[in-house]
């Protein structure tokens, strides 16, 4: 069965850190770009981060840069984001997908990652004191 899932959120302080994961089954991710997605409370799901095919350029939204790293491991078959210096505004629900590359949209501000549709149940972070 071809499928990602995500895991890892989980309730921090602001401040606190937290490692997603997206573990791919049924197929290979190195052959992939991988993007991460976040969708806040009432807002719309926006792109975080993508790790480009076959360059390994990455990308992040401003409000992320310096604070999260998105990383893959060929051999677990799994792609990373390491959160630190969390903030409550990054509290949502976190997605992966998977596209041929990181194909940057920018609307507004808001990154969008054309091609790439997040099929899966994602998982919660929240960052509250």
């Known amino acids: 069965q071809v499928q990602l899932v995500e895991s890892g959120g989980g309730l921090v302080q602001p401040g606190g850190s937290l490692r997603l994961s997206c573990a791919a089954s049924g197929f290979s991710l190195e052959h992939y770009a991988i993007g991460w997605f976040r969708q806040a409370p009432g807002k719309e799901r926006e792109g975080v981060s993508c790790i480009h095919r076959p360059d390994g350029r990455l990308f992040y939204t401003d409000s992320v840069k310096g604070r999260f790293t998105i990383s893959r491991d060929n051999a677990k078959n799994t792609v990373y984001l390491q959160m630190d210096s969390l903030k409550v505004e990054d509290t949502g629900v976190y997605y992966c997908?998977?596209?041929?590359?990181?194909?940057?949209?920018?609307?507004?501000?808001?990154?969008?990652?054309?091609?790439?549709?997040?099929r899966g149940k994602g998982t919660l972070v929240t960052v509250s004191s």
């Open positions: 997908a998977t596209g041929a590359e990181c194909t940057l949209m920018i609307v507004n501000t808001t990154h969008y990652y054309y091609g790439m549709d997040p």
